[in-house]
C-alpha cells in the first residue's frame, strides 16, 4: 500500500510542492513499477482528474528534481520511471528494454550505462540505451499461436 504522507514528505524534501496532481502523480508511476508514457499516464483512470498540460508540466518538474527518469522509446514517445523516494539523484544510469509487440518499456536495473569518453570541452547533458526486441510474455504467446 502506497504511503501518501511519504509521498508528501519526499516532494517536500527535494523542494517541491506536493500538489494533488504531483502526489497522484508518484503513486501512478509507483503503480506502474515499469517507465509508462505521457499517453498511458494520461489515459490513468487514477489520474482521469489531471489534465494533459498539468500531467507534462508536473512530470517536467519531477524529471529536473531527480524523482523521475525518462527515457525516448523507439516508437518516438517519452516514458517516466519513479525512482526509489527517498533517495537523491536519478538511478537512470541503466539500460531500458522496449517490446516491439506490445509497447511496454522495462527498465534493465542490473546494467551500467557504458562510460563515453567526450573531447575536452565538450559537456555531456544525458545519455541513454535503448534495447529492444520481444519481451518474455509476449514471445511465450507468439510460440503457442505457431
Not at 523542494?15 to 513499477?33: F, Q, S, V
Not at 516491439?100 to 550505462?113: A, E, P, R
Amino acid at each position: 500500500m502506497l504511503n501518501r504522507e511519504y509521498v508528501k514528505k519526499t516532494l517536500k524534501t527535494f523542494g517541491i510542492r506536493p500538489t494533488k496532481a504531483r502526489i497522484l502523480i508518484c503513486e501512478a508511476l509507483m503503480m506502474a513499477g515499469q517507465p509508462v508514457s505521457h499517453g498511458d499516464l494520461q489515459t490513468n483512470v487514477f489520474l482521469s482528474e489531471i489534465n494533459r498540460v498539468t500531467l507534462y508540466r508536473s512530470l517536467n518538474v519531477l524529471v529536473e528534481a531527480g524523482i523521475v527518469h525518462k527515457v525516448l522509446g523507439i516508437d518516438g514517445r517519452w516514458y517516466f520511471c519513479i525512482h526509489e523516494l527517498g533517495e537523491p539523484g536519478c538511478p537512470g544510469d541503466h539500460p531500458h528494454f522496449y517490446c516491439l509487440k506490445c509497447g511496454k518499456m522495462k527498465c534493465l536495473k542490473g546494467d551500467k550505462l557504458p562510460f563515453v569518453e567526450v573531447p575536452p570541452g565538450y559537456h555531456v547533458e544525458g545519455k541513454q540505451l535503448l534495447v529492444y526486441g520481444i519481451c518474455e510474455k509476449c514471445f511465450k504467446e507468439t510460440k503457442e499461436i505457431n
